[in-house]
């Protein structure tokens, strides 16, 4: 089976081929276009999706020596993401999909994250926990077989992702500042400052006091004549705030579900001691834990065609009117919505 995965619900213009379970899959980045605004600007980016895809189109076609004929669906993000960039992405597949006559299926981008699991790791046992953490989410789900997400927690505030690109921002470095803070701590000393590790009731997560924390840090000594020697150690002390935080309600969601898998997906999850503590943490209570390669983890469409493939499999089909959803919340599959959810 052949699918063409598209994503374009932030700023990231993606395309991929999933053919049996050989990937090829291209990305091109719109990160120099909106680094100096400090954030994703979303007129500029829904324009760049436009100028990018056809040609990005092309490209895969010759990189992975195929032609549109040869497709049995495609699979496109369609929610949650800025409402422009989904429009083009899924403008493109449903246009792809009324000239070649063939199926198309509508992915939740958090979905996409899950599966880009299952293209280096079929095995994965059920029930699992998932921890999804990315620049626009920081949820738990306990998935307890493949299609069927309940979460269980969720940020009140900022994503984990955006708490990093933040703090990097304080530290005047450009975004996305993720990549910043993880390069900076492993050069730094994590127990030169103390930063509270979150503590919100339940499951739930909550980064905006870390933020102050670190805010008043920075002011108090960005005037300081070697305050750029001092980046790695607030970064690494930050950063290890945040991950912490993130482990902490993983093991409890962990017993209370009594796991025997643990999936670590989305952006965030490319963090170096974010992979390396939850491997250990996790490991050490008897879990078996899931990470996609750093590649997987941030943006791509390769996850989203892996999705689409279970959509394929089970018959859930997109009818052609259908709309970009910025605001779509992550379901279970269409077979199980039936069923009664037990309370987490
Ligand atoms: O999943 P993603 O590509 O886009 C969203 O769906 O949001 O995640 C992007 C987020 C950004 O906040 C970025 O700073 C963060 O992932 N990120 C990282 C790393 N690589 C990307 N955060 C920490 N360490 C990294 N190595
Ligand atoms: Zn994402």
């Not at 760049?48 to 040609?55: A, M, Q, S």
């Not at 993401?81 to 899924?90: D, E, K």
């Not at 998935?143 to 005047?172: C, F, N, S, W």
């Amino acid at each position: 089976m052949v699918i063409l995965g598209v994503e374009t619900s932030c700023d990231e213009t993606a395309v991929a081929v999933l053919n049996g379970r050989a990937v090829t899959h291209l990305l091109s980045s719109q990160i120099d276009l909106h680094k100096k605004y400090g954030g994703i600007v979303p007129e500029l980016a829904c324009r760049r999706h436009i100028e990018t895809i056809g040609p990005l189109f092309h490209e895969l076609l010759t990189r992975a020596s195929i032609t549109p004929s040869q497709f049995n669906a495609i699979a496109v993000t369609v929610g949650p993401g800025l409402i422009g960039a989904l429009l083009v992405g899924v403008s493109f597949a449903k246009s792809l999909s009324y000239a070649l006559q063939i199926p198309l299926l509508a992915v939740h981008h958090l979905e996409g994250h899950l599966a880009a699991i299952f293209l280096e790791y079929p095995e994965v046992r059920f029930p699992a926990v998932a921890l999804v953490v990315s620049g626009g989410h920081t949820e738990l789900y306990r998935i307890p077989e493949e299609g069927v997400y309940q979460l269980m927690g969720k940020t009140r505030d900022d994503a984990a992702g955006e708490a990093l690109d933040k703090g990097a921002r304080m530290l005047g470095y450009d975004y996305p500042g993720g990549p910043v803070i993880d390069r900076l701590a492993q050069k730094g000393n994590a127990e030169r400052f103390r930063f509270p590790i979150p503590a919100v009731e339940g499951l739930d997560f909550s980064f905006s006091g870390l933020k102050t924390a670190l805010m008043r840090t920075v002011s108090g000594l960005k005037d300081q004549n070697d305050w750029s020697s001092l980046h790695p150690d607030i970064a690494a002390s930050y950063q290890k705030a945040i991950v912490e935080s993130l482990i902490r309600k993983t093991l409890s969601a962990l017993k209370q579900v009594q796991a025997k898998s643990m999936l670590l997906v989305g952006g965030v999850a490319a963090n170096s001691l974010l992979r390396r503590r939850m491997k250990e943490e996790a490991e050490r209570v008897g879990v078996a834990v899931y990470i996609p390669s750093p590649e997987y983890c941030t943006d791509n469409a390769a996850m989203i065609a892996m999705a689409g493939r279970s959509h394929f499999e089970r018959h859930d089909f997109a009818p052609l009117d259908i709309s970009p959803q910025p605001h779509l919340e992550l379901l279970s599959a269409p077979s199980e919505r039936a069923r009664p959810v037990e309370a987490t």
